[in-house]
């Protein structure tokens, strides 16, 4: 069975105390804590065999290679790629995304084309899109979504045209919490002959992704938000996509040839990792996952769940508290607003009592438009929280309806 306190021994900041008061951390939509197995493992890389990688012939070099590859193969698995060559590291969800705008872009993208993705994005998924139509001379459209913030999926079948060439969508609202119907949206796409993105940045997480039941053509995620170092991240592609699309940043390694006439580019996965990759964070992505992996998904899910109807239910009992993102099904992300009380001030007094969230925009500007509002207070959390954390964050809000109301 599932022990969130023998897990929470597990995280050295969660035992810390903040403001004098222990801390209650709900923001875990902007990145999560790590354990000491991924921290000891990034230590023990620059301790015992940090070395650059692909590059020697000596003992360091070689250690090092061999578990930045089988880095790669425990991700390939975790996510049930068919090809290790099919995962690239990068930087990140973002340097993903921009990767693939900038390539994909590059090969498939003409003026007069149209992308399509959706009013709930993270400006990492629309700004590289909206960037590259700008370059190309192509059309950004977007899916609408309700004001329980699901999208609208009747109006997905008259976006997806001919003249349609990329779906990009995430798979998990990191404002609304939305679980998106991925699968039926993929279907929707493919059916058109459409390649999808799904940004799985909020996903991969909490559930179980297997890249090739959905048949996405790209899956993107960060290291940092699934208890992994910052800095590391990974694009998911199909391999006879990727083959097709060319390099977007030249450099070492990703080349098989060079002279000053012509240079012959590298193989599948090294084409797209130019330059000395971030091979010691690759490792501690690889251990997170195996830490992630022992855990289980069906017990991260089940009590995560368990603690977004506890912090849905208890919320919704204090007056004048609105929430944003009401969808059936759900991440464990609550966005909300106290009535006449700025967010800010909000996380503000929250950061007195040692709770933790997030106040702003989120990164995603256009969902905030699209409910007239500057702002939300998130919280987002992760399996290493508690009841008793969330009835401090209910007390808290309490606390600063009395100073602000
Ligand atoms: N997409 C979504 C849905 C996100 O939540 C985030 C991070 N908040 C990103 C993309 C960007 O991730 P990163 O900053 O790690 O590149």
Redesign the pocket.
């Known amino acids: 069975m599932f022990d969130v306190n023998s897990v929470r021994k597990d995280f050295p900041i969660l035992g810390s105390t903040v403001h004098g008061k222990p801390l209650a951390y709900f923001d875990n939509?902007?990145t999560t804590q790590k354990p000491q197995c991924v921290i000891d493992a990034v230590v023990e890389c620059y301790t015992k065999t940090n070395s650059n990688i692909h590059r020697g012939v000596h003992y360091l070099s070689d250690q090092s290679t061999e578990m930045y590859e089988n880095a790669r193969k425990n991700i390939q698995q975790f996510i049930n790629a068919r090809y290790s060559q099919e995962i690239i590291f990068t930087s990140?969800?973002?340097?993903s995304?921009n990767a693939i705008a900038f390539s994909f872009g590059e090969k498939f993208v003409k003026a007069g084309d149209e992308i399509l993705i959706s009013a709930m994005e993270?400006h990492?998924?629309i700004v590289p899109w909206q960037m590259l139509c700008e370059r190309k001379n192509a059309k950004l459209k977007v899916i609408p979504v309700d004001e329980n913030g699901e999208l609208k999926l009747d109006a997905v079948d008259s976006l997806l045209t001919e003249k349609t060439k990329i779906l990009a969508i995430?798979h998990?609202?990191?404002v609304l919490g939305t679980v998106n119907p991925i699968k039926a949206i993929i279907d929707k796409a493919h059916k058109k002959g459409i390649p999808v993105l799904i940004?799985g940045?909020?996903s991969i997480q909490h559930v179980k992704i297997d890249v090739q039941e959905l048949d996405c053509e790209f899956f993107v995620f960060?290291g940092?938000?699934i208890y992994a170092p910052t800095g590391i991240?990974i694009l998911y592609g199909k391999e006879e996509w990727l083959n097709q699309m060319p390099p977007y940043q030249g450099g070492g390694d990703m080349v098989d040839c060079v002279t000053f006439e012509k240079t012959y580019y590298n193989s599948l996965p090294y084409k797209f990792e130019a330059g000395t990759t971030n091979y010691v964070d690759a490792v501690g992505l690889s251990v997170a996952i195996d830490y992630i992996k022992k855990l289980g998904f069906d017990n991260i899910a089940g009590y995560e769940k368990d603690l977004l109807e506890y912090a849905t239910n208890k919320l919704q009992t204090i007056e004048g508290l609105k929430i944003y993102g009401t969808a059936a099904d759900k991440g464990p992300v609550i966005s909300f607003l106290l009535e006449n009380i700025h967010p800010y001030d909000t996380g503000m007094i929250l950061d007195k009592l040692g709770v933790a969230v997030r106040t702003g925009t989120?990164?995603a500007q256009p969902i905030m438009d699209f409910y007239e509002i500057e702002g939300t207070v998130r919280a987002s959390m992760a399996f290493y929280n508690t009841f008793e954390e969330i009835d401090r964050l209910y007390e808290g809000l309490l606390r600063v309806k009395t100073m602000f109301g």
């Open positions: 939509g902007a990140g969800t973002t340097g995304i993270h990492a998924n995430t998990v609202s990191n940004d940045a909020q960060s940092h938000k991240g989120h990164c």
